[in-house]
C-alpha cells in the first residue's frame, strides 16, 4: 500500500473509501467509530459503504486494466443510479454538480465526485494496485498513465522479484 500524494480534488474521497480496507492485514476502518465518522457513516450504512467500497475498487482495477465480471459494473452502475445530481451554478458563474438532496449521502458526494473527475479527465488515472494482496486506489501521476502498482518500492518490487524467481526456476 503506498503512502503517496493523495487523488486530486473530488477523487480524494473515493481514494479514501476505497482505501478503508487494508487487503493485506484485513483491517476494515469502517469499524471504528472514528473511521465512520470519516464518512459521514453510521453504524447501519456501513454495509452498503462497503458494497460501494468494493464496486469502486472494481472500476479502479478496471482503469488498470483488469477486467472485471459484467455485475461488479452494473452494481456500481445502480449504486450511482440512486444518487442523482443537478448542476448549480453560482454568482460568477462557475457550474458544479451537486446531489439532489442534502446533506448528501455517501453514494451521492461519490457520484458528484466521480462526474466531476470525468468532466475533469481524471477519474481514469484512479487505479488499483495490481498486486492481488494489496489492490490499495492510487492515483497514477506518471506521464503515460501506465502505472501498475500503488509503489514501486513495494508491489511493484515484490512483483519484479517474483518474476524473476520464477525465471531461475
Given amino acids: 500500500m503506498s503512502e503517496k500524494e493523495s487523488a486530486p480534488g473530488a477523487l480524494a474521497l473515493i ?3 476505497v482505501n478503508t480496507l487494508d487487503i493485506e492485514t484485513g483491517a476494515d476502518m469502517l469499524e471504528t467509530a472514528d473511521g465512520r ?3 459521514g457513516l453510521t453504524e447501519p450504512e ?4 462497503r458494497v460501494l467500497r468494493e464496486a469502486l475498487r472494481t472500476a479502479c482495477l478496471a482503469h488498470a486494466g483488469h477486467r472485471s465480471p459484467d455485475d461488479a459494473a452494473a452494481t456500481l452502475d445502480r449504486l450511482l443510479a440512486e444518487a442523482p445530481l443537478r448542476v448549480t451554478v453560482d454568482a460568477a458563474g462557475a457550474a458544479a454538480l451537486r446531489p439532489v438532496t442534502e446533506p448528501a449521502g455517501l453514494t451521492a458526494r461519490v457520484a ?8 475533469e479527465g481524471t477519474w481514469a488515472r484512479l487505479k488499483a494496485c495490481e498486486a ?7 492515483y497514477d501521476r506518471s506521464p503515460a498513465g501506465r502505472r501498475r502498482w500503488c509503489s ?10 517474483r518474476t524473476y524467481r520464477a525465471k531461475r526456476g
Fill in 15 to 17: 481514494e479514501a473509501l
Fill in 152 to 161: 514501486m518500492s513495494v508491489c511493484g518490487a515484490r512483483a519484479k522479484m
Fill in 37 to 39: 465518522a470519516t464518512f
Fill in 112 to 119: 458528484s465526485a466521480i462526474a466531476t473527475a470525468a468532466a
Fill in 132 to 138: 492481488e494482496d494489496c489492490r490499495w486506489a492510487y
Fill in 46 to 49: 456501513v454495509p452498503d459503504a
